[in-house]
């Protein structure tokens, strides 16, 4: 898929209007780029993940701990449980492996969203281990930090800028017009803009 984007960007990537100057010669190149997920994608698709991990632990975790008799309500150190300790474990677990292997979790997938590099490649374990540790287990324990999707100018999170990384949409995407200035005699560039 991503060959195929790749082939109708540089297709697409031709001057659409070309103006000249006295001092310089404008000329505007249109492309298309992945969409960014924007926070309501976002949520719903973390909405789905919490429910894909809480069917984990009802059916996997709960029954062992049920089986070796250690209670699940009543918190032994910091206000944190045997069990609560376990559950953000493998909230954590299935955050990084899934991201790691898919790009994306199953209700990313469910949105179709994935977690791309902002300087494009592949993901790497450091950048996923930052990313899906380190930083959502920040943002899960402020909250706010998963706000800043609202504000940012490629909606990213806390965790997203910890890493360097950024949530598109798989199949959706924006048109992006580049305007170049450039020196008329020489061909050299002047001044690059861009306009969305």
């Not at 249109?30 to 969409?35: C, G, I, Q, V």
């Not at 009543?74 to 909230?91: D, E, G, M």
């Not at 997203?160 to 959706?172: I, K, M, N």
């Amino acid at each position: 898929m991503s060959e195929h984007i790749e082939q109708q960007q540089s297709l697409s990537e031709k001057p659409l209007v070309s103006e000249r100057n006295q001092d310089y010669e404008t000329v505007q190149i249109e492309h298309f780029r992945a969409k960014n997920a924007g926070f309501w994608t976002r949520l719903w698709a973390y909405m789905i993940d919490l429910l894909v991990v809480g069917a984990i632990s009802g059916i996997l975790i709960k029954p062992i701990f049920r089986v070796v008799d250690i209670e699940i309500s009543n918190p032994y150190f910091l206000l944190f449980s045997p069990y609560k300790v376990t559950l953000l474990i493998l909230f954590l677990l299935y955050f990084t492996l899934m991201t790691r292997f898919f790009q994306q979790t199953v209700g990313k997938m469910v949105m179709g969203i994935k977690v791309v590099p902002k300087n494009g490649g592949k993901l790497t374990w450091s950048t996923v281990i930052f990313r899906e540790v380190i930083g959502r287990f920040i943002s899960k324990m402020l909250v706010i930090p998963y706000l800043l999707i609202i504000f940012m100018p490629k909606k990213e999170a806390m965790h997203d800028l910890f890493a360097d990384t950024v949530v598109e949409h798989e199949h959706a995407y924006e048109k992006e017009v580049q305007v170049r200035y450039l020196k008329p005699t020489d061909g050299q560039q002047l001044q690059e803009g861009t306009v969305i």
